[in-house]
């Protein structure tokens, strides 16, 4: 029952003893809204209001736009939550 076994067992001679054991967890992209200088805050920001999520029917994209506005009125942790939302759709929009 141990996740990804056969990927833990292909690289076993490779990896520390550490990290063969530990447990599976994900990866979370960098924050995206804490810095808005930043170049990812800014894909983040062109993406959600350009016309590819205008064009996907199932977003509703002047919610979206409001929530990018609000986030310099947002504190840290309210950023933080609502950041991992925000980089799902640019995925999406970046899929579509």
Partial sequence: MTEKYVLREAVRDAITDTVYRRQKHPFLSPP??????????????DTLRGPV???MPFFYQKKVIGL???LDQMDEGSRVAN???????????VLH
């Fill in 32 to 45: 995206a809204t804490l810095n808005p200088k930043e170049k990812l805050s800014t894909l983040v920001q």
């Fill in 53 to 55: 999520l205008k064009s």
């Fill in 68 to 70: 990018l506005d609000s």
């Fill in 83 to 93: 950041d991992q939302v925000l980089i799902t759709m640019v995925s999406a929009c």
